[in-house]
């Protein structure tokens, strides 16, 4: 039996959003319109959408660098209940604790149900509050279910979402989203690579990872394995990244093609030859990949939640994953590359993890920092650091 001693007491926090009634519009690049009700920033916005099946973590989810450039569709009907933590939070070494980077990556957001009251212990401020204040739309009432089977049965496409104090002219927001950039062409490391050097941590032993759209979550757990963390840009010369003395790389997840990041794949093929331990995530997966002479192809819909099975060719134990990824290395290229498959995906066969046949270089597609997400997969953390203690 407990007793009242046993627990901690903490105070709830319980906020209302002052929503103005605002119009949302949802318009696709093949014609279809979706009304709604528009909340957060009024603005225009294009980019691709797409669909998270993940039930909570929407706060790390429209941080995360990878949905730079898209519109993030969340499955879940009811979003927004338990508002958003304070922004300003940090650990030790200055690394916000709630979020994944330093403002909302997503252009947009779509959900089928705003929950304008938030209750929370670590309420800060509502969902839709913070999306004002970071200038980003959102709309609500849309059949996110019927949405999904869309984009699963066409693929991810580009949209424009519209939020108005007015009424909205799609005829010219139609004309705007013809001549859009497309996601495929666009090239985001400016907008979320770091600009410079950052360190954290003063442990004696150095990783150093590749900015290409780094989540916090990735240097923290590089942290809590006893090592340094130095984060440099995307495209920082071989030369220079050495200088640091690492013990090993992370090339991180980030946004887009993976082709459009060539420096980091010179960068990757220089590591993998001088046989530098070697950990890529996601993008850095894809990067890593090519760089082994793998090759890389845009999945339909991708891969976006946080209960994905993945199973691990080496036990044939399944893993529950946290994932977010639209392109992949394609299955068939592996024959010929420098690689082994080493995780697959139990839904769709999709590759999921790599090992160098000969070198210190891992790779997995999904996230193992979870963030969100289950912390199954921490240990491939500890994978890399057994490759980096290895004489």
Same mark, same amino acid.
Not at 62 to 80: A, F, K, M, R
Not at 291 to 300: D, F, M, V
């Given at each position: 039996?407990?007793?009242?001693?046993?627990?901690?007491?903490?105070?709830?926090?319980?906020?209302?959003?002052?929503?103005?009634?605002?119009?949302?519009?949802?318009?696709?690049?093949?014609?279809?319109?979706?009304?709604?009700? *528009?909340?957060?920033?009024?603005?225009?916005?294009?980019? /691709?959408?797409?669909?998270?099946?993940?039930?909570?973590?929407?706060?790390?989810?429209?941080?995360?660098?990878?949905?730079?450039?898209?519109?993030?569709?969340?499955?879940?009907?009811?979003?927004?209940?338990? *508002?958003?933590?304070? =922004?300003?939070?940090?650990?030790?070494?200055?690394?916000?604790?709630?979020?994944?980077?330093?403002?909302?990556?997503?252009?947009?957001?779509?959900?089928?149900?705003?929950?304008?009251?938030?209750?929370?212990?670590?309420?800060?401020?509502?969902?839709? /509050?913070?999306?004002? %204040?970071?200038?980003?739309?959102?709309?609500?009432?849309?059949?996110?279910?019927?949405?999904?089977?869309?984009?699963?049965?066409?693929?991810?496409?580009?949209?424009?979402?519209?939020?108005?104090?007015?009424?909205? %002219?799609?005829?010219?927001?139609?004309?705007?989203?013809?001549?859009?950039?497309?996601?495929?062409?666009?090239?985001?490391?400016?907008?979320?690579?770091?600009?410079?050097?950052?360190?954290?941590?003063?442990?004696?032993?150095?990783?150093?990872?590749?900015?290409?759209?780094?989540?916090?979550?990735?240097?923290?757990?590089?942290?809590?394995?006893?090592?340094?963390?130095?984060?440099?840009?995307?495209?920082?010369?071989?030369?220079?990244?050495?200088?640091?003395?690492?013990?090993?790389?992370?090339?991180?997840?980030?946004?887009?093609?993976?082709?459009?990041?060539?420096?980091?794949?010179?960068?990757?093929?220089?590591?993998?030859?001088?046989?530098?331990?070697?950990?890529?995530?996601?993008?850095?997966?894809?990067?890593?990949?090519?760089?082994?002479?793998?090759?890389?192809?845009?999945?339909?819909?991708?891969?976006?939640?946080?209960?994905? =099975?993945?199973?691990?060719?080496?036990?044939?134990?399944?893993?529950?994953?946290?994932?977010?990824?639209?392109?992949?290395?394609? =299955?068939?290229?592996? /024959?010929?590359?420098?690689?082994?498959?080493?995780?697959? %995906?139990?839904?769709?066969?999709?590759?999921?993890?790599?090992?160098?046949?000969?070198?210190?270089?891992?790779?997995?597609?999904?996230?193992?920092?979870?963030?969100?997400? =289950?912390?199954?997969?921490?240990?491939?953390?500890?994978?890399?650091?057994?490759?980096?203690?290895?004489?």
């Amino acid at each position: 039996m407990h007793n009242n001693s046993d627990f901690t007491r903490v105070t709830i926090t319980t906020k209302k959003s002052n929503h103005a009634k605002k119009f949302g519009k949802l318009i696709f690049d093949d014609g279809t319109v979706l009304d709604g009700q *528009g909340f957060g920033y009024s603005t225009t916005v294009f980019g /691709e959408i797409v669909f998270n099946t993940g039930m909570v973590g929407y706060t790390e989810a429209l941080t995360d660098p990878s949905y730079n450039g898209q519109i993030l569709t969340l499955t879940y009907p009811l979003v927004g209940n338990y *508002g958003v933590p304070d =922004p300003t939070i940090v650990d030790a070494d200055g690394i916000p604790k709630f979020f994944e980077s330093d403002k909302i990556q997503a252009r947009g957001l779509v959900v089928h149900e705003l929950s304008l009251t938030a209750s929370h212990w670590n309420l800060f401020m509502t969902l839709d /509050e913070w999306m004002h %204040n970071e200038k980003i739309p959102g709309i609500s009432g849309i059949d996110t279910r019927e949405l999904t089977k869309k984009l699963r049965t066409g693929g991810v496409m580009m949209a424009a979402l519209v939020v108005s104090d007015s009424e909205i %002219n799609v005829d010219d927001v139609k004309m705007q989203l013809k001549s859009a950039t497309h996601y495929d062409s666009e090239q985001f490391m400016d907008d979320v690579s770091t600009k410079e050097e950052k360190i954290f941590g003063d442990a004696e032993n150095t990783v150093v990872v590749i900015d290409t759209g780094a989540k916090h979550a990735i240097l923290r757990n590089i942290r809590d394995i006893g090592y340094k963390v130095v984060l440099l840009p995307w495209n920082t010369p071989y030369e220079k990244i050495m200088s640091y003395n690492p013990k090993g790389i992370v090339l991180s997840s980030g946004p887009g093609d993976p082709q459009k990041c060539p420096d980091t794949i010179d960068t990757a093929k220089k590591l993998i030859e001088d046989n530098i331990p070697t950990l890529g995530i996601c993008l850095g997966a894809q990067i890593i990949g090519i760089a082994g002479n793998t090759e890389t192809y845009k999945l339909k819909y991708g891969h976006r939640g946080q209960n994905k =099975p993945c199973v691990n060719l080496e036990n044939n134990q399944v893993y529950v994953t946290s994932q977010n990824h639209g392109y992949g290395i394609t =299955p068939e290229s592996l /024959e010929k590359s420098d690689f082994n498959l080493w995780f697959t %995906n139990a839904d769709d066969k999709t590759v999921e993890g790599i090992k160098h046949k000969t070198k210190k270089c891992i790779a997995v597609q999904f996230h193992p920092e979870a963030a969100p997400g =289950p912390y199954d997969c921490k240990f491939i953390f500890e994978e890399l650091k057994e490759l980096m203690e290895k004489q």
